[in-house]
């Protein structure tokens, strides 16, 4: 088994949570698209398997169904030979009327060092961060953030792309429901990417271009302008009442279908977070073409979860003496 | 026979506009009156630097009892209001049960009477168990001591109700209080729709939500010759609409709450509940609207709007945590730093709005210094620092935004029908 480390010059890892990448420097985020990238060089040449966090424990605390992210939180914790421990809403006593702070508190008193923690409330992460003396990880907060999602949408688009400076990013659809979309548009902002918010009136909140995006209403117009389309699901169960008036209609004028990627640039990358809402805002057909980088962002997301944890363990070694 | 005689302090009384340095003269439960040319008294205090007031009245406060004393007691609640200077309080009918009939409303005072503390006044419901949908005995609640009708922090969504219980009511003589929020705008918000919510991810309540709301009920006042008591307002616009009422001599009342003064939605930030309140707190330009709104007299009263909630329901993620902060305890010396620090209002003017402009919302004969009135008094620290700390808070509700402010101010002194029964 092989330790890894990767230093970018003049750049340490400081932070003692991952909360969002509102605040995060363009360096602290080149840290760890840099780390994934060598953990995935690392993985390429079958060193899947790193010592790095042998003898830590790290509480994947889900008060929202999650399929994708645990596991693959789970899985880059096990690669780093992490012990982990899962803790879901509906197995947990929360549904027995303990309070999120006990829940958390009772998961540290086990001896936790490092917690996973996706809820269905914006900050809920970081309220546990002020309450915890372990390290909180921000798996998707409600509506704020969901920081290793925007990092491994940026990771895959660097990968293709070398850089994302001078790139344009469109991120489409249900923009005021999205912690992704709020993730990817701090770290795309900050790497120097050129970012469109695209989408119906309804879901692109009120002042978003005070964050630096540019707005738009129209897909077809913006569509020749980007470099990579990252299409937002939309997000049903979050939604207050009716944002529009039929899913078909959505599809009319945000879905990406064949007939747009034709007449989008030509090495345009297609992003999706997932889980996709297939006929929604992708066609199978452009899910599975050749412009899709949907599976890239999954396997990429292991790498990204892996430096995540790494890194914030490194710094809680430096701080214990 | 026991006579009291507070001597040199400023004397504020805007019921009859006086401003001035004086001795106020106490007969058993009742005032004498000021400069009567007594000096000698049972019990002498010395006010020398102090203001001395009526008692001040809070005319929007939940004590939670019965159903909730987990979060706060008529005792407890009552021993918080005489601590902030508070000689008279008027409880929302939100317990559960609801105060929505004469046994519920004679509970209160009952438990009141017990404490011993300050006086209360109940509210009663507009419609049974805040349901909104078929009105509450008013008449009777009337008998049993309710002097105004409110469904607390569940708007009055149904207009006809809405018309009907103003109609209904203006044959008593009493208030409607509604909280003025469109449900459909507001449903699962937890903060101003704004700048922030986008930022923060939260669901956001618009300012338009209290705009309507507040539109509406100034129409079905003007409808109905009813009285419409427009609670904790929170916006630029309604402000503006009540100003217009106002103007056409419509029977319209309002109020605003400390919190909304002090504090904007960028306090959200740390994602903390006790910056979660209903309405939300808006930004620094309702704030000015809210401030000029006081001045020119549009909004009447100043209430604490106090909100106690047990620990273990206030810490809690923002979704879950109930929306309310208390203030029974900040209320006088978060006004003074708002308002009269900043120059905003006179003392004066301040006293009004905790005083006489409450006492003739509810109908009640106090917020005065006349002679033969109830001799419920405050004696107002005006300048002595101190920093708010809730475990020494009287409520049991420690949830506060304004934990670790460094404040001016304090109720001096308390004295309830002519008996002192707070002393700093």
Request: charged share 20%.
């Amino acid at each position: 088994m092989t330790t890894a480390t990767v230093s970018v010059s003049g750049v340490r890892w400081t932070k003692k949570h991952l909360l969002g990448l509102e605040e995060l420097s363009a360096d602290e985020i080149s840290l760890i698209l840099d780390q994934a990238a060598e953990f995935k060089r690392l993985a390429a040449v079958g060193e899947t398997k790193l010592a790095a966090l042998k003898g830590t424990v790290v509480a994947n605390l889900f008060f929202e169904p999650s399929t994708r992210t645990r596991t693959s939180f789970s899985l880059a914790a096990k690669r780093l030979s992490a012990d982990t421990v899962d803790f879901t809403a509906s197995s947990s006593s929360l549904s027995k009327g303990e309070t999120f702070y006990d829940t958390a508190q009772n998961i540290e008193a086990m001896g936790v060092d490092q917690v996973v923690v996706r809820h269905s409330t914006s900050g809920a992460p970081h309220l546990l961060s002020k309450l915890l003396k372990a390290s909180v990880l921000n798996a998707g907060d409600g509506t704020h953030e969901h920081p290793t999602q925007g990092l491994l949408d940026i990771f895959t688009i660097r990968e293709h792309r070398q850089k994302l400076a001078g790139l344009t990013v469109a991120l489409v659809g249900d923009i005021l429901h999205s912690r992704v979309a709020r993730s990817n548009i701090w770290g795309l902002k900050k790497l120097g990417a050129r970012v469109i918010v695209c989408g119906p009136s309804t879901l692109i909140p009120a002042h978003v271009e005070r964050l630096g995006v540019e707005v738009s209403n129209n897909l077809d117009e913006i569509l020749g302008e980007c470099d990579c389309i990252n299409l937002l699901r939309i997000q049903f169960e979050r939604q207050r009442s009716a944002f529009f008036p039929s899913i078909r209609e959505y599809a009319h004028f945000f879905g990406m279908n064949g007939e747009r990627i034709r007449r989008a640039k030509s090495d345009v990358l297609i992003l999706a977070p997932g889980p996709i809402n297939r006929g929604v805002e992708i066609t199978p057909e452009v899910a599975d073409g050749p412009h899709s980088v949907i599976l890239d962002q999954v396997t990429n997301g292991l790498v990204i979860r892996m430096a995540c944890l790494y890194l914030l363990h490194n710094r809680r070694q430096e701080e214990s003496p | 026979m026991s006579t009291t005689l507070i001597r040199g302090g400023r004397i504020v009384d805007p019921s009859q506009n006086i401003d001035r340095v004086g001795n106020l003269f106490l007969r058993n439960d009742r005032i004498e009156g000021i400069d009567t040319g007594a000096t000698v008294a049972d019990h002498v205090i010395d006010a020398a630097g102090m203001i001395v007031c009526p008692g001040l009245i809070d005319l929007h406060v939940s004590l939670r009892e019965p159903g909730d004393e987990k979060d706060e007691t008529i005792e407890s609640g009552t021993a918080a209001a005489l601590a902030g200077g508070m000689t008279s309080v008027a409880c929302m009918p939100d317990t559960s049960p609801v105060v929505d009939n004469r046994a519920a409303a004679e509970f209160v005072q009952l438990q009141c009477a017990r404490a011993g503390y300050c006086n209360v006044f109940p509210l009663g419901a507009v419609t049974k168990n805040h349901d909104g949908q078929e009105l509450a005995e008013i008449g009777q609640l009337v008998e049993g001591g309710a002097v105004g009708f409110t469904d607390a922090k569940s708007p009055v969504a149904n207009a006809e109700i809405m018309r009907r219980a103003l109609e209904y009511t203006r044959m008593f003589g009493r208030p409607i209080f509604n909280h003025p929020q469109v449900p459909e705008l507001t449903a699962k918000g937890i903060m101003h729709e704004g700048y922030y919510s986008m930022l923060l991810g939260l669901r956001g309540i618009p300012a338009g939500a209290e705009v309507i709301m507040v539109a509406r009920d100034i129409a079905l006042a003007e409808m109905t010759g009813g009285h419409i008591h427009l609670m904790t307002l929170s916006t630029a616009g309604a402000v503006d609409q009540i100003r217009r009422a106002k103007a056409k001599g419509l029977r319209v009342t309002s109020e605003v709450t400390p919190h909304h003064l002090a504090l904007t939605d960028a306090a959200l930030q740390n994602y903390e509940t006790n910056f979660k309140v209903d309405p939300p707190l808006r930004t620094k330009e309702h704030i000015d609207a809210l401030i000029e709104g006081l001045r020119d007299g549009t909004i009447d009263v100043i209430s604490s709007d106090h909100q106690p909630f047990a620990e273990e329901k206030k810490q809690n993620e923002l979704d879950s945590a109930p929306a309310g902060v208390v203030g029974l305890e900040t209320l006088l010396p978060i006004c003074i730093k708002t308002l009269i620090e900043t120059g905003h209002l006179t003392w004066s003017k301040l006293i009004a709005k905790l005083t006489i402009n409450p006492a003739t919302i509810l109908g009640i004969q106090k917020g005065t210094l006349k002679s033969g009135h109830d001799a419920d008094i405050t004696i107002i620290d005006p300048v002595t620092s101190w920093r708010i700390d809730p475990s020494k808070f009287k409520s049991k509700g420690r949830n506060t935004p304004f934990a670790g402010w460094e404040v001016k101010g304090r109720a001096h002194t308390v004295i309830v029908a002519g008996r002192v029964r707070h002393h700093a």
